[in-house]
T-cell receptor, first 115, second 115 residues
Framework: DAGVIQSPRHEVTEMGQEVTLRCKPI?????LFWYRQTMMRGLELLIY????????DSGMPEDRFSAKMPNASFSTLKIQPSEPRDSAVYFC?????????????FGDGTRLSIL | AQSVTQLGSHVSVSEGALVLLRCNYS??????LFWYVQYPNQGLQLLLK??????LVKGINGFEAEFKKSETSFHLTKPSAHMSDAAEYFC?????????????FGTGTRLTIIP
């Protein structure tokens, strides 16, 4: 079975540019999560969706970050304008609605570098 | 609110020696617990999970963990370390109430294997 698919795997862009990260969750999963991982702050939950509806976006660092889930098989995380401190690895994960008994499944991440 | 504490951000063991990675949790309800492993440039992969069945849980790659309610612990062990076990390990907890699939992660433990 296909796992969580993220694109691109690597992104290098200049400060001020718009960045769009993409995620395709595992088919049939109800929940989708966006995380950011850095050496300084570790793994941070940015936002998560249930049935395409954002449930908790309290981890989104500022208004420059936005996330959408237009349908059950696709989500985007946008940064506009991007800044060097946004450089990190961004992970998408998905899970079934089982009351927490089943694990989240992670993609391989997008390594983002803002110059 | 739930939380996870991983004692020791870095652990080094000799090849063939016992691996012990510590995880303590706090939760207002009986938790579901997970251990994930992250290899360089990859996403998090599930090692094992505890979901209120047997307290000793066996996972992939020879790892196991024991849920001890009295100690609020879920330590990860492997009898004999292999070079391929070098990675970062994350403990996570889910309260699983109300259909909430959100996980709370520990800060991770980087495992180094000494030849």
């Amino acid at each position: 079975d296909a796992g969580v698919i993220q694109s691109p795997r690597h992104e290098v862009t200049e400060m001020g540019q718009e960045v769009t990260l993409r995620c395709k969750p595992i088919s049939g999963h109800d929940y989708l999560f966006w995380y950011r991982q850095t050496m300084m702050r570790g793994l941070e939950l940015l936002i998560y969706f249930n049935n395409n509806v954002p449930i908790d976006d309290s981890g989104m660092p500022e208004d420059r970050f936005s996330a959408k889930m237009p349908n059950a098989s696709f989500s985007t995380l946008k940064i506009q304008p991007s800044e060097p401190r946004d450089s990190a690895v961004y992970f998408c994960a998905s899970s079934l609605n089982t009351g927490g008994r089943q694990p989240q499944h992670f993609g391989d991440g997008t390594r983002l570098s803002i110059l | 609110a739930q939380s996870v504490t991983q004692l020791g951000s870095h652990v080094s063991v000799s090849e063939g020696a016992l691996v012990l990675l510590r995880c303590n949790y706090s939760s207002s309800v009986p938790p579901y617990l997970f251990w994930y492993v992250q290899y360089p440039n990859q996403g998090l992969q599930l090692l094992l999970k505890y979901t209120s069945a047997a307290t000793l849980v066996k996972g992939i790659n020879g790892f196991e963990a024991e849920f001890k309610k009295s100690e609020t612990s879920f330590h990860l062990t492997k009898p004999s370390a292999h070079m391929s076990d070098a990675a970062e390990y994350f403990c996570a907890v889910s309260e699983g109430l109300g259909g909430n699939e959100k996980l709370t992660f520990g800060t991770g433990t980087r495992l180094t294997i000494i030849p």
